[in-house]
């Protein structure tokens, strides 16, 4: 079965700094790798998806992924936080095994703060 | 253009009560997920629908919850008889049911079990 696993439940930045949210997958076959946001009292909402294409992934907001085969890695970076960015972030995999019908696996969210 | 809407927003009912949540699914979608978000577990997927069919329940609790899909428009996930531990916020999601699909979300209904 596939999975992911995020490291750090909480990550906190100053605003204008680098974000880096961490995220490893598990996955018996070439993965499709996402990450969503998830705004207070909301849905969440698609930031960007590696569906085996171009390995740097460009997604809204000004963030992007690189899908790294050799580290089982797909972490999320944004040059300058900003404060709006602040939100949880969920990193999640396509079960490829069988027929998905889109049925995804998501990991245990990292918490954004970003700090004036 | 509509999202996927979900109904109540909030609910506040006594253990024991009968809850049922609804989702109308985008437009077009043939599948259709029921998560639940809790501070403990996180986002766990309970059940999803593909063309109104139930593919996977394995995620169910239990046998308080059951969920049903009567049309490619509207589901239901009831819980009989409600307890506290059900407290949590439920999610609906759609997708158009391919493995690259986005998954397009509901904005929850949250749910508390006094």
């Known amino acids: 079965a596939q999975s992911v696993t995020q490291l750090g439940s909480h990550v906190s930045v100053s605003e204008g700094a680098l974000v880096l949210l961490r995220c490893n997958y598990s996955?018996?076959?070439?993965?499709?790798l996402f990450w969503y946001v998830q705004y207070p009292n909301q849905g969440l909402q698609l930031l960007l998806k590696y569906t085996s294409a171009a390995t740097l992934v460009k997604g809204i907001n000004g963030f992007e992924a690189e899908f790294k085969k050799s580290e089982t890695s797909f972490h999320l970076t944004k040059p300058s936080a900003h404060m709006s960015d602040a939100a949880e972030y969920f990193c999640a995999v396509s079960d490829r095994v069988g027929t998905s019908y889109g049925k995804l696996t998501f990991g245990q969210g990292t918490i954004l703060t970003v700090h004036p | 253009d509509a999202g996927v809407i979900q109904s109540p927003r909030h609910e506040v009912t006594e253990m024991g009560q009968e809850v049922t949540l609804r989702c109308k699914p985008i437009s077009g979608h043939n599948s259709l997920f029921w998560y639940r978000q809790t501070m403990m577990r996180g986002l766990e997927l309970l059940i999803y629908f593909n063309n109104n069919v139930p593919i996977d329940d394995s995620g169910m609790p239990e046998d308080r919850f059951s969920a049903k899909m009567p049309n490619a428009s509207f589901s239901t996930l009831k819980i009989q008889p409600s307890e506290p531990r059900d407290s949590a916020v439920y999610f609906c999601?759609?997708?158009?049911?391919?493995?690259?699909?986005?998954?397009?979300f509901g904005e929850g209904s949250r749910l508390t079990v006094l």
């Open positions: 996955s018996s076959v070439p993965p499709y």
């Open positions: 999601a759609s997708s158009l049911g391919t493995e690259t699909g986005e998954l397009f």
